[in-house]
């Protein structure tokens, strides 16, 4: 087992760190819903979906 030295070395896993910030969005906005629950449309509106998919498709397009 890895331990991590003392001393203040800080290690940040920025995956881990992304998903939880996505988890406290939907939290947030769950909370904030005059529904039950959520609807898909809504989930994808929260996480950006359309956004990052336009992203990669601008992506996808430089490459070619």
Do not use: Y
């Amino acid at each position: 087992m890895r331990v991590a030295p003392v001393g203040g070395t800080a290690v940040q896993d920025h995956v881990a760190l992304a998903e939880i910030e996505l988890c406290g969005d939907l939290i947030i906005a769950a909370s904030a819903a005059h529904e039950d629950r959520l609807s898909l449309e809504s989930i994808d509106e929260v996480l950006k979906v359309a956004e990052e998919r336009a992203h990669d498709v601008r992506e996808r397009g430089a490459e070619e």
